[in-house]
Antibody
Framework: EVQLVQSGVEVKKPGESLKISCEGSGYIFSTNWIAWVRQMPGKGLEWMGIIYPGDSDTRYSPSFQGQVTISADKSISTAYLQWSSLKASDTAIYYC???????????WGQGTLVTVSS | QSVLTQPPSVSAAPGQKVTISCSGSSSNIGNNHVSWYLHLPGTAPKVLIYDNNKRPSGIPDRFSGSKSGTSATLGITGLQTGDEADYYCGTWDNSLSAGVFGGGTKLTVL
């Protein structure tokens, strides 16, 4: 069974760094793009960026370019989303999703809640 | 402001049909496949439609998708109270070189 399992809830202070993860199983991780999607409280889904674990080719939404870093380690079937200096406005649920269709996502992680508060 | 425009909310009675529109441009819907997702708060989004009109296995044929020009539509027939959720369209935008989602539509089954 194809699964994406994300790391757990994070509570951080403004200015702190953070790296959350998304581990894939049940398929060859390096052969599907993995996207990251944000949902801020009470808001809709926002596409942040995407990585191809096979060669780490990465694309970012202009809204998130320079704000986060997406990476992957295909040897452990894991993709990452990281911040160097969190802001309160980064408080959100973050989902990873496997691109299993043409520009469509067939499997999603359970989401990681990130709360940034002083 | 989302690149793809959806109505904020739609509603219909149980058993009825509803459609949700998704309007874009030639840089996104006009030249790329569209997917539709169901999202319940606190759960992972689930794909309902991919490649404009295809249903993954396990998705009932009450759900359908279509695309015409720079707009796409999700149709749901035989509405059930369990269909109450937020629905999103998504695709790729060639100008942004990025994925895009609609703002989401909240479906209420009265």
């Amino acid at each position: 069974e194809v699964q994406l399992v994300q790391s757990g809830v994070e509570v951080k202070k403004p200015g702190e760094s953070l790296k959350i993860s998304c581990e894939g199983s049940g398929y060859i991780f390096s052969t599907n793009w993995i996207a990251w999607v944000r949902q801020m409280p009470g808001k809709g889904l926002e596409w942040m960026g995407i990585i191809y674990p096979g060669d780490s080719d990465t694309r970012y939404s202009p809204s998130f370019q320079g704000q986060v870093t997406i990476s992957a380690d295909k040897s452990i079937s894991t993709a990452y989303l990281q911040w160097s200096s969190l802001k309160a406005s980064d408080t959100a649920i973050y989902y990873c999703a496997r691109q299993g269709y043409t520009y469509g996502y067939d499997r999603w992680g359970q989401g990681t809640l990130v709360t940034v508060s002083s | 402001q989302s690149v793809l425009t959806q109505p904020p909310s739609v509603s219909a009675a149980p058993g009825q049909k509803v459609t949700i529109s998704c309007s874009g441009s030639s840089s996104n819907i006009g030249n790329n496949h569209v997917s539709w997702y169901l999202h319940l708060p606190g759960t992972a989004p689930k794909v309902l439609i991919y490649d404009n009109n295809k249903r993954p296995s396990g998705i009932p044929d009450r759900f359908s998708g279509s695309k015409s020009g720079t707009s796409a539509t999700l149709g749901i027939t035989g509405l059930q109270t369990g269909d109450e959720a937020d629905y999103y369209c998504g695709t790729w935008d060639n100008s942004l070189s990025a994925g895009v989602f609609g703002g989401g539509t909240k479906l209420t089954v009265l």
